[in-house]
């Protein structure tokens, strides 16, 4: 029988690169995420899993990254917003969100491009998504509206292409 | 905030679980969603000193119809409960409910069985669970027992498996013939609710023969209205039963007073859900 422990080596995904490190068993997966890999467009706000800036994707599934270990990831792949696009190289997603001044301060946004990218992977629709996927996440700046619009302008480059 | 300093073990075998449970008993908190144990150990409110993570753990998740029942592994989340075909076309009322808890972020993670055993009193599935007459099923190395809802959830976080029991899977009774639904109202959509109802119906004839109404968010656990189900028998479901039925229902019920809501708003709301509700099954049925 394996033995519980503090420390453990995990190995994962992380926007397509191998990573292998050792973890406090303790670390939050958001934590690691900024702190060990230095991937710090994980936003980091309530840390209880109520505000939506740390969520990411895991399989492909949007979660919360402060309501996760690191070691759960173990064997997983992991996507940040660091996976999606670049300065000069946006992904169609970031495009619609920066045509449609779907942000301000952008605390929030990381996060938000994450859930959405997430959702419209699992077949969500432009609707679902502005409603549900959205009600998930604490944007202060925009009053939400002008995410919704980039949400359907991005749906709209999905279906052109 | 992080979490403070415990031992971890992603178990990967039910047997291994079971080991560690009958060894360790107490010391042992469960992982499975991690929904609300995480927050409470980012809060530094809850402090394990071993975790046992189920999620690695083979044969918790299946959904499927035996004996007349739903049975539905411990480790299926809240999004497939939601939307998984079998329960969407068996139990419709408890995708439904299911669809309430948190936001979609949230749900990806949360699990059935672990959304039961926290036996948080503001929770849909347990009154989901209640108003079917459900169970869940505990295993040991001792044995396995099946424990009724309401001898499961005691009160406000509290359960009745004992420290060295796993949840296995949670089951609903098909009733056949019965119409269920749940409904809510919470302060947004995504919050806890001021209060919720599940009710369901069997009638005939345009008669009740049948009716369990259990509501949630009220008390420090699922409460069953029975004096509504009793003053619904042998009525027809017409507009002005209905409507007395919302008051039988507000009258019945005790409810809290918090920050949320004062005790008398929550009666209000139980008596308005319980109309919105009747209401919508009887349309249905038409």
């Not at chain 1, 303790?26 to 109520?50: I, N, Q």
Request: some cysteine; hydrophobic content about 40%; glycine content about 10%.
């Amino acid at each position: 029988m394996n033995t519980p422990q503090t420390v453990k080596t995990i190995q994962l995904l992380v926007n397509g690169a191998q990573i292998e490190r050792e973890v406090e068993v303790r670390t939050l997966l958001s934590t690691f995420l900024r702190d060990d890999l230095g991937l710090t467009g994980t936003h980091v706000a309530c840390e209880h899993g109520v505000c939506g800036s740390c969520t990411i994707l895991v399989d492909g599934r949007a979660v919360r990254s402060c309501l996760l270990l690191a070691v759960q990831t173990d064997g997983t792949s992991v996507e940040t917003v660091e996976g999606l696009g670049s300065l000069g190289d946006l992904s169609p997603l970031q495009e619609a969100m920066w045509r449609e001044h779907g942000l301000q301060c952008g605390f929030c946004t990381p996060g938000i491009l994450m859930s959405i990218e997430g959702e419209a992977r699992s077949g969500s629709s432009a609707e679902e998504i502005c409603d549900e996927v959205l009600s998930g996440h604490v944007c202060r700046c925009t009053g939400y509206q002008n995410i919704r619009t980039a949400i359907h302008a991005y749906f709209a480059t999905r279906h052109g292409s | 905030m992080r979490p403070g300093a415990f031992r971890y073990l992603a178990a990967t075998s039910l047997d291994e679980v079971l080991e560690n449970l009958s060894e360790l008993g107490d010391e042992v908190t469960l992982l499975a969603g991690g929904q609300s144990l995480i927050p409470l150990m980012n809060l530094r409110l809850a402090r394990p000193e071993v975790l046992v993570d189920l999620n690695r753990v083979p044969g918790l998740a299946g959904i499927d119809l035996v004996d007349g029942e739903l049975r539905i592994g411990a480790m299926v989340r809240a999004a497939d409960v939601a939307s998984d075909p079998i329960v969407t076309g068996s139990l419709p009322a408890l995708a439904r409910a299911a669809a309430f808890i948190g936001h979609p972020q949230i749900r990806n993670r949360t699990t059935i069985g672990g959304n039961i055993s926290h036996a948080d009193p503001s929770s849909e599935l347990p009154g989901v669970l209640a108003a079917f007459e459900g169970s869940v099923t505990l295993k040991s190395l001792r044995g396995e027992r099946r424990v009724g809802w309401d001898e499961f959830i005691v009160s406000t976080f509290t359960n009745s498996r004992e420290a060295d029991e796993l949840v296995v899977d949670v089951r609903f009774p098909v009733r056949p013939g019965w119409s269920f639904a749940y409904d809510e109202v919470a302060p947004r959509h995504g919050d806890y609710p001021l209060a919720g109802i599940c009710a369901g119906v069997q009638i005939s004839d345009g008669i009740v023969r049948g009716m369990r109404l259990v509501a949630v968010g009220v008390s420090d656990r699922p409460v069953v209205l029975t004096g509504v189900a009793q003053f619904a028998l042998g009525r027809e479901l017409d507009a002005a039963t209905i409507k007395e039925l919302g008051k039988v229902g507000r009258e019945e019920v005790s409810a809290n007073d918090d920050a949320h809501a004062s005790s008398e708003y929550r009666k209000w709301l139980v008596g308005t859900l319980i109309n919105r509700i009747l209401g919508n099954l009887v349309l249905e049925q038409r």
